[in-house]
């Protein structure tokens, strides 16, 4: 019974055996997997849900991982708009509080007095509030306070008159405008959520991979199919092209691009997909002249279908592997460049958040600083991110080898 399985089995199965026996092929998937998920949820999973992550606390910059401070949340002072979850899931959404970190507070009368927060052992500054310029949207111009036996009457920047009571601003204030926050990463040189900046930052990094590969599959496919299978003077242009530019460096062909495309967020994964796509044709042309003279293509050929048929339906889909291969090697590839470019100013820019550009804003930091983690976290995720890709594509290679054994 088990004589007739194994000779059932097809090689799509006998590969996919293998692979799911490779463990470090699993841990790749598994990380690229919840990597996937983390750029898909975006703002509905970060502390920071503002675009870009962009909310700086400018007093508690440079903060290790883990930090804790206290802080009030004061209403900023004009109507800032709703946004629906899956709106807010993909842009963010500006936060309708101002966030001061303080060290205490004390709620007398009307008004709230707080020390704001200078750093350990070091005493803030003073500062005060009304309670309702805490909790309401007030006008400036206007705020229209009046205190009658315990009650506030007031106008908000829309021109609502409210009437509440004093006790229930401090209760409300109290419960909810007055929080521990934690940095579980820390903060950069902004006082930013480090959290927050990476888990977004992933979205730039997965998106630079997969419009860049989808790209060089694109460009090296073709090139790579029509040199391999016609040969002759169409295979001699071809390879002409493909070495000429072999001999470019890439990084020299990604800053001429960018500077040709100017530095958009689009413009990016266009430059970094047309600089790796002759990778993929080499390897398709080399797989496309082993497979056209084999009999089926010469089968194909007689009963006269089309060159474009003959590609597209009897050679492409039997060199679909290591195309897989080089896809995945050239994801952790554009990932790579993509931070590079960033590094250098030639990338995504500030304050979109991305790796590279965290890098960037941060290594400084290494040497002048205590806390050298805003430059660390960022260089640590790309090397876990391009890990992942690598595993996965050795996965693959292994996998498709049919001397490979897994046990």
Not at 243 to 266: D, Q
Request: aromatic share 8%; proline share 5%; net charge positive.
């Amino acid at each position: 019974m088990s004589t007739n399985n194994a000779h059932t089995t097809s090689p799509t199965q006998k590969a996919l055996r293998r692979l799911f026996k490779n463990k470090p092929a699993i841990f790749g998937m598994v990380v690229i997997a919840l990597a996937v998920l983390v750029a898909i949820l975006g703002y509905a999973i970060t502390p920071d849900a503002t675009p870009n992550a962009n909310d700086q606390v400018n007093e508690v910059n440079l903060k290790p991982p883990g930090f804790k401070v206290q802080m009030l949340k004061v209403r900023k002072n004009r109507d800032i708009p709703k946004r629906s979850f899956f709106t807010k899931m993909l842009y963010g959404a500006e936060n309708p509080y101002r966030l001061i970190p303080i060290n205490n507070y004390d709620i007398e009368n009307d008004s709230i007095s707080v020390e704001v927060y200078a750093g350990e052992n070091i005493k803030g500054s003073a500062s005060a509030f009304h309670l309702a310029d805490a909790v309401y949207p007030l006008s400036v111009t206007n705020p229209g306070i009046d205190s009658n036996l315990g009650q506030l009457t007031f106008s908000t920047e829309n021109n609502q008159q409210i009437t509440t009571n004093i006790n229930d601003l401090k209760n409300q204030i109290e419960a909810s405008h007055i929080y521990t926050h934690t940095y579980r990463f820390g903060t950069d040189g902004l006082g930013r959520c480090l959290l927050s900046r990476l888990l977004i930052g992933i979205r730039v990094s997965l998106a630079v991979g997969l419009l860049a590969v989808l790209i060089s599959l694109t460009i090296g496919i073709t090139m790579g199919a029509i040199a391999g299978y016609f040969g002759g003077r169409v295979d001699d242009f071809i390879m002409l092209i493909i070495n000429t530019m072999w001999s470019i460096p890439t990084l020299l062909l990604v800053f001429a691009l960018v500077l040709a495309l100017g530095r958009g967020f689009w413009q990016i994964f266009v430059a970094v997909g047309l600089t790796m796509w002759v990778d993929v044709a080499r390897i398709v042309r080399g797989q496309v002249m082993a497979l056209r003279e084999i009999q089926f293509v010469e089968a194909a050929n007689s009963l006269g279908f089309s060159d474009g048929r003959i590609i597209r339906r009897h050679i492409l889909p039997n060199i679909l592997g290591p195309v897989m291969v080089v896809a995945a090697a050239n994801f952790a590839i554009a990932i790579l460049i993509e931070a590079g470019l960033s590094y250098l100013g030639f990338g995504i820019q500030p304050p979109t958040p991305s790796w590279g550009t965290m890098l960037a804003e941060n290594y400084s930091f290494l040497l002048k600083s205590n806390n050298p983690f805003p430059a660390i976290v960022p260089g640590l995720a790309i090397m876990l991110m391009v890990l992942a890709f690598n595993l996965v594509g050795n996965g693959f290679r292994d996998a498709l080898d049919v001397k490979t054994k897994l046990g």
